[in-house]
T-cell receptor, first 113, second 116 residues
Framework: GDSVTQMEGPVTLSEEAFLTINCTYTATGYPSLFWYVQYPGEGLQLLLKATKADDKGSNKGFEATYRKETTSFHLEKGSVQVSDSAVYFCALSDGGGSEKLVFGKGTKLTVNP | SQTIHQWPATLVQPVGSPLSLECTVEGTSNPNLYWYRQAAGRGLQLLFYSVGIGQISSEVPQNLSASRPQDRQFILSSKKLLLSDSGFYLC???????????????FGQGTRLTVV
């Protein structure tokens, strides 16, 4: 079945450091790819998404590019802030009509001032 | 605008007791509905999803069941809780497009269940 593998962390960075969280996937067909973020004590919210190969999703300074050749969707940000501290989840949707999501295990990011 | 309500926020239940978690969505019709569980160290696992009233698909065989008695209501239940049922339960919804266009899922605030 479909699966998502992401760097588990935890990741600790200083403010203004560069962030990369790796994510690779296994899927039949042509999935849509997502990054969700979970702030402490809250539910998940969509950070960005890409629906086809070579698409770049971006939001709040975060970016990820859908790479079909390497089956990857790595999350990057050039300069992290303390407020970016959260758990980040990579996910895919197989587009089968139910739009159900398959998630990676999540990466906890802590940004220190 | 659409909103999703999930309650209670926290719950402590003894082993062997029943469970009922409720989720309702407002401001949309005919949504896809989902129950996920987040257990420590295990990421987010899809438990059930529903594409219509009375239509429930189970992803993982377990001690839990789900029902969708109304279009925008999704209920997660158990007759007898196990210690392993502890976790953070999240309800979510998405627009049913049927086209596989990468529709966003919207999540509730979650229920922290501790089975003691």
């Amino acid at each position: 079945g479909d699966s998502v593998t992401q760097m588990e962390g935890p990741v600790t960075l200083s403010e203004e450091a560069f962030l990369t969280i790796n994510c690779t996937y296994t899927a039949t067909g042509y999935p849509s790819l997502f990054w969700y973020v979970q702030y402490p004590g809250e539910g998940l919210q969509l950070l960005l998404k890409a629906t086809k190969a070579d698409d770049k999703g971006s939001n709040k300074g975060f970016e990820a590019t859908y790479r079909k050749e390497t089956t990857s969707f790595h999350l990057e940000k050039g300069s992290v802030q303390v407020s970016d501290s959260a758990v980040y989840f990579c996910a895919l949707s197989d587009g089968g009509g139910s739009e159900k999501l398959v998630f990676g295990k999540g990466t906890k990011l802590t940004v220190n001032p | 605008s659409q909103t999703i309500h999930q309650w209670p926020a926290t719950l402590v239940q003894p082993v062997g007791s029943p469970l009922s978690l409720e989720c309702t969505v407002e401001g949309t019709s005919n949504p896809n509905l989902y129950w996920y569980r987040q257990a420590a160290g295990r990421g987010l696992q899809l438990l059930f999803y529903s594409v219509g009233i009375g239509q429930i698909s189970s992803e993982v065989p377990q001690n839990l069941s789900a029902s969708r008695p109304q279009d925008r209501q999704f209920i997660l239940s158990s007759k007898k809780l196990l210690l392993s049922d502890s976790g953070f339960y999240l309800c979510a919804w998405s627009v049913r497009t049927g086209a596989g266009t990468g529709t966003e899922a919207f999540f509730g605030q979650g229920t922290r269940l501790t089975v003691v």
